[in-house]
């Protein structure tokens, strides 16, 4: 398949190679120049053997930046018979879609040949322009190729999801990124033919391990030091020092309110809970240095200090509130020792959820079952009148007795919503409510 049907019914050319970044001079054109992704796209896999047999259903492409997802698609319209129209969902609007559907009509009119729709970035797209490829979807006139690194369940309206499969790439180890950088430094009439380029082992491995899995980003620095570098006796020699500036700080991919936000947020309770600070420290770390709000990392540090510690060491909540109002008025870059104070005490304090069991157990009880009278003992005598209703008669003070504590009907027994655990501080609670217990049979006796 030659390169004009890829830019069939695409709205300009590609530029010439020179004004193309090495990326996309250098892209796969043939499944077998696809490094990774071998779950999907391995020998025998569904979706290879649907490229292989021109037998392209409707699919969502969804991974990080860099992982392959326009490359795959490039390839897809190489092995098809079908026309290829792509849309990027930043640059396009309804028109743009309409235009193209009249495209693929016309093209099916003229020789049945069906369309893949390529639409690149598909979670920019709002609603309106998502359901405005639903029936086009539905008849089978354009087959869709949607790409996202955004999760497609939460970016994605159900209806196209329902007639899509979605593909999971994942972020290309630093093995496979400096193999892609090794051939695209001897990339025929693609790469640089025009001369010699060595790279030290160091710098390749510099490259990929700050490019985190992002090969555009990879070959993007690449192609910096490559340009940048003095030629000497038609040799051009990258060392790491140069590979070093061409790609000076790691760019996570985090986009602060999608899958990237909540796993780090769901992983950094875990390790709480798991009793593993140093894991703590780095989820941490990661939400940190992505700009996540001291606010935010303090409000998870609080909700862990009650629901995974509890009792068993009540000063976590302490140490976490104080945490939380210390890092509000001091903020980052300070708040960082704070937070780290306080997600140390919660990760290595005895661990109880007795608390969060009895309060969703007594919820439960409220919302499902008959409400309890309150005992006439245990009513509200404040106000004038409540004697003569018998409102609070005969309720005994505790202070009144012994230790503090009298033998009394409270409408619930105890032991129905809360069972204290024998860790930490919880467990000197489990005694003294086991005493009590044993006092109240005595005193019933």
Not at 139 to 167: D, K
Not at 191 to 210: E, K, Y
Not at 225 to 241: G, H, Q, Y
Request: hydrophobic fraction near 40%; glycine fraction near 6%.
């Amino acid at each position: 398949m030659t390169e004009n049907m890829f830019t069939d019914g695409a709205s300009a050319a590609p530029p010439p190679k020179q004004e193309q970044p090495l990326a996309r001079r250098v892209a796969p054109r043939t499944l077998n120049e696809i490094i990774g992704q071998e779950h999907i796209l391995g020998p025998g896999k569904i979706l290879r053997r649907a490229i292989e047999a021109d037998r392209i259903t409707s699919l969502i492409l969804y991974g990080p930046p860099g992982c392959g997802k326009t490359a795959l698609a490039r390839v897809i319209a190489m092995h098809t018979r079908a026309g290829f129209e792509p849309l990027n969902a930043v640059l396009s609007g309804v028109n743009d879609i309409r235009t193209v559907i009249k495209k693929a009509d016309e093209r099916f009119a003229a020789s049945q040949r069906p369309t893949i729709v390529f639409v690149d970035e598909i979670h920019r797209f709002n609603r309106s322009q998502q359901d405005a490829l639903l029936p086009h979807v539905e008849n089978g006139r354009i087959v869709m190729i949607g790409a996202t690194t955004e999760n497609p369940y939460f970016s994605v309206v159900a209806p196209l999801l329902s007639r899509s499969q979605i593909f999971d790439l994942k972020p290309l180890d630093d093995e496979h990124v400096i193999e892609l950088l090794r051939r695209a430094l001897v990339h025929p009439k693609r790469g640089f033919d025009d001369v010699t380029i060595t790279v030290d082992d160091d710098a390749l491995a510099h490259i990929a391990r700050f490019a985190e899995g992002d090969v555009r980003r990879a070959m993007n620095a690449l192609e910096m030091a490559v340009l940048t570098t003095p030629t000497e006796s038609n040799t051009i020699r990258i060392t790491r020092e140069i590979a070093a500036e061409s790609i000076q700080k790691k760019i996570l991919h985090y986009d602060g309110a999608g899958d990237a936000h909540f796993d780090a947020a769901s992983a950094f309770i875990k390790s709480m809970r798991g009793s593993n600070p140093d894991a703590a420290l780095y989820w941490m770390a990661r939400m940190i240095d992505a700009g996540e709000p001291p606010r935010f990392i303090a409000r998870r540090i609080c909700i862990a200090a009650s629901e995974e510690v509890g009792n068993a060491d009540p000063l976590a909540l302490v140490v976490a509130n104080a945490a939380f109002q210390a890092s509000e008025f001091v903020g980052f870059p300070e708040a960082r020792i704070i937070l780290a104070q306080a997600a140390i005490h919660v990760a290595c304090a005895p661990k109880s959820n007795a608390s969060y069991l009895a309060i969703d157990a007594a919820l439960a009880k409220v919302r499902e079952e008959k409400s309890a009278p309150v005992p006439k003992h245990l009513q509200d005598a404040s106000y004038p009148g409540a004697k003569e209703l018998r409102r609070g008669t005969d309720y005994r003070y505790a202070h009144d007795y012994e230790d503090g504590y009298v033998t009394q009907d409270y409408g619930v027994p105890r032991g129905a919503f809360y069972h204290p655990n024998d860790r930490g501080k919880e467990s000197e609670i489990k005694a003294r409510l086991e005493q009590l217990d044993e006092r109240d049979k005595t005193d019933k006796a």
